[in-house]
């Protein structure tokens, strides 16, 4: 299969998933707007090692902190090829967010992160509170803070966001996220 035919198939997989999900259930109720105004970069890693994934998400940090907010608000950095262990993954997010500061940019941009097999601490794997941040494939969201914090303004009561998103998912339960449809990576 052709590299764009790739790409194009882990973009629709990640679009569906926050249609379907994210959008769908309301569990971010600041990405409508900004899906629907074709705010959203996605990127697709091709990146094989860590250093070639950290070297995209720099030059996606640079990206994204000097775009017209107008054309680019946020992005989703997914990672097809890499990371499929939620561990690994969670270490190296926690070396994304260094990349943050390192770019000064804390402050300006922060990061938040999903994956197939993402689990709170303190969780089962398969507690159904686990999908609030679960995605087709592991992504690195790419956020502005200034954006953010406008969305929150507008927002009533948004730090009840994740207990209502952990209700939503409680009262959908596992048949009911199953049927929701969302398409994996095959």
Known sequence: MNQEVV??????????WLEKAV???NLCPFA????IKEQVRYVVSHARHLDALLEELDTELELLAAADPEKIDTTLLIIPHLLQDFLDFNDLTAVAEEAVIEHDLDGVLQIASFHPQFQFEGTEPDAISNYTNRAPFPIWHLIREASLARAVAAYPNPEAIYERNIETLERLGHAGWAALGIRTPS
């Not at 790409?7 to 569906?16: C, G, K, Q, T």
């Not at 409508?32 to 899906?35: A, L």
């Open 7 to 16: 790409v194009a198939n882990v973009v629709s997989i990640a679009r569906d």
């Open 23 to 25: 959008i769908g259930l």
């Open 32 to 35: 409508k707007s900004v899906y």
